[in-house]
């Protein structure tokens, strides 16, 4: 097993006081292993000198000033549509590939205030439009579970942050943030074996964030336990004024703690044991239920009846957002600019043509469709009404009759696809078949957390999702924290 993956905040904070480490020799092994998986082609840039120059605050701060962060000296990777002033942050597009920001993301900012140092920006699916990480300018990103040099046979990391997930899982950063629009965070941290949390909407702002769906992004949080995904969760919640999406109240830190789990009301959705679903999982899923019975947790068949509507809803909700948000990549005041002398429509049209990516585009187009005036009751304020349905059974099921706290589902209905199946799969039809357990949640605002469980009969992670009402964060990572405890998943591919 890779040392590195074995490591901790609590841990790298202990080795630093006992001076089995420094900030600088650890980030150091961040670099070289992030090199070592080059392959993998988790990181389309590796901030070395930015990696090196944090560590040495960090080493200051630590031994001389006696003032030490929470994050101190913790690598961290940052998927590419967060904005890293004087960074380029591409969104794997050829429509971003020249854009350097002037200013920090809030949460990149807040990271470095804690003392987290940058070791790279990560690889993602264009603008985050996909499930797998393989539509990106800089090549697919590779899962190392199962992974061997020069195999055509490779597993898909999971998306859009698929190389978030991988840095962390490889061992090249301790954590990492994706974005999380409909799983993005959550589906591939399931795929790689690491713990991926979609905090409620407005808990953490979007400042920075390059966006796809405003009504449904979410900073999201990857790390290889569910104690890590909260420290970094307690550094960069809270209001920001640059965001007026972000809630107004004060964010009080999550504290890890032991829980009666007798008094804990766990809803089975009946709707999410759904076709396509494989053995590995159900029985992951039936597995788990099983280890929480057995601590004496109330477990509760519940519906959520408009979830067979919710990936229709979401698919055209996104589409009509994405147009809206792709609008501004002109080739006039925004991304990539044409170099042919063109009329002002030419130009236009030309940038977006050579900016974008096919996927980009049919969003765009479907997206517009959906917008169109005689099309706009039919199937945007259609969805609109349908999403308030969907977001009523959460509702439902956690302040109603018979009400319960959590809700228990598989993350992904599957473990990590070859990417030879994958492909031959259009994008629009993946991300319904990937998404199917984790966009309802964006959809409804609230959070959700997943979880590794165990190994498929291929060896390659299976995970869980747990979810709960808006800011349940403190109950649902406790929760999480106790599984992960009872099934004590293991890091064990040798990447």
């Given at each position: 097993m890779n040392k590195l993956t074995s490591y901790t905040i609590k841990k790298i904070h202990k080795s630093y006081i006992e001076k089995i480490l420094t900030p600088t020799s650890f980030i150091d092994l961040c670099l070289q292993k992030a090199k070592q998986a080059s392959e993998l082609n988790a990181f389309v840039t590796l901030t070395v000198e930015e990696a090196e120059n944090h560590g040495i605050e960090s080493e200051k701060r630590l031994y001389i000033d006696k003032n030490v962060k929470p994050l101190e000296?913790?690598?961290?990777?940052?998927?590419?549509?967060?904005?890293?002033?004087?960074?380029?942050?591409?969104?794997?597009?050829?429509?971003?590939?020249n854009f350097v920001p002037t200013y920090d993301a809030t949460v990149y900012s807040r990271l470095r205030q804690a003392g987290a140092c940058l070791i790279g920006k990560c690889n993602l699916d264009e603008f985050a439009m996909?499930?797998?990480?393989?539509?990106?300018?800089?090549?697919?990103?590779?899962?190392?579970?199962?992974?061997?040099?020069?195999?055509?046979?490779?597993?898909?990391?999971?998306?859009?942050?698929?190389?978030?997930?991988?840095?962390?899982?490889?061992?090249?950063?301790?954590?990492?943030?994706?974005?999380?629009?409909?799983?993005?965070?959550?589906?591939?941290?399931?795929?790689?074996?690491?713990?991926?949390?979609?905090?409620?909407?407005?808990?953490?702002?979007?400042?920075?964030?390059?966006?796809?769906?405003?009504?449904?992004?979410?900073?999201?949080?990857?790390?290889?336990?569910?104690?890590?995904?909260?420290?970094?969760?307690?550094?960069?919640?809270?209001?920001?004024?640059?965001?007026?999406?972000?809630?107004?109240?004060?964010f009080n830190p999550i504290v890890m703690k032991e829980l009666d789990m007798s008094k804990i009301k766990i809803g089975i959705p009946k709707e999410y044991n759904c076709v396509g679903m494989s053995k590995d999982v159900l029985e992951t899923w039936q597995y788990v239920t099983k280890l929480l019975k057995n601590e004496k947790t109330m477990i509760r068949s519940v519906s959520l009846p408009n979830t067979s509507v919710s990936i229709a809803v979401y698919s055209i909700l996104n589409q009509c957002e994405v147009a809206s948000n792709m609008a501004r990549y002109d080739g006039l005041e925004y991304g990539l600019r044409a170099n042919e002398d063109y009329s002002t429509e030419e130009l236009?049209?030309?940038?977006?043509?050579?900016?974008?990516?096919?996927?980009?585009?049919?969003?765009?187009?479907?997206?517009?469709?959906?917008?169109?005036?005689?099309?706009?009751?039919?199937?945007?304020?259609?969805?609109?009404?349908?999403?308030?349905?969907?977001?009523?059974?959460?509702?439902?099921?956690?302040?109603?009759?018979?009400?319960?706290?959590?809700?228990?589902?598989?993350?992904?209905?599957?473990?990590?696809?070859?990417y030879e199946d994958f492909v031959s799969k259009h994008n629009r039809d993946q991300c319904a078949f990937q998404d199917y357990c984790t966009q309802p949640a964006n959809m409804a605002g609230i959070p959700a957390v997943s979880i590794p469980v165990r190994l498929s009969n291929d060896n390659l992670p299976v995970s869980l999702q747990l979810m709960g009402p808006c800011l349940s964060e403190d109950l649902l990572l406790n929760v999480a924290r106790k599984i992960e405890q009872l099934v004590n998943f293991q890091h064990t591919h040798n990447f």
């Open positions: 000296g913790i690598s961290i990777g940052i998927k590419d549509n967060f904005c890293t002033k004087n960074i380029s942050t591409t969104c794997a597009s050829n429509m971003l590939r996909g499930s797998g990480t393989i539509d990106s300018i800089f090549g697919p990103t590779r899962n190392p579970w199962g992974y061997r040099k020069n195999d055509d046979k490779w597993r898909i990391a999971g998306g859009s942050s698929g190389g978030s997930a991988v840095a962390v899982s490889s061992g090249a950063c301790v954590a990492a943030l994706g974005s999380d629009t409909g799983g993005s965070t959550r589906n591939p941290a399931a795929l790689c074996g690491v713990v991926g949390l979609k905090p409620t909407y407005g808990l953490v702002s979007r400042y920075g964030l390059i966006p796809l769906v405003n009504s449904m992004d979410v900073p999201g949080i990857i790390a290889r336990t569910v104690e890590d995904v909260t420290a970094v969760l307690n550094c960069i919640a809270g209001p920001d004024e640059l965001d007026s999406t972000t809630l107004k109240r004060d236009y049209a030309s940038s977006r043509s050579q900016g974008f990516n096919n996927v980009v585009r049919w969003r765009i187009f479907a997206g517009n469709y959906f917008l169109l005036a005689r099309n706009y009751d039919k199937y945007f304020i259609k969805a609109l009404k349908l999403r308030r349905l969907i977001s009523n059974d959460f509702k439902n099921v956690f302040n109603g009759e018979d009400s319960v706290d959590l809700l228990l589902t598989p993350t992904t209905l599957t473990d990590a696809p070859r």
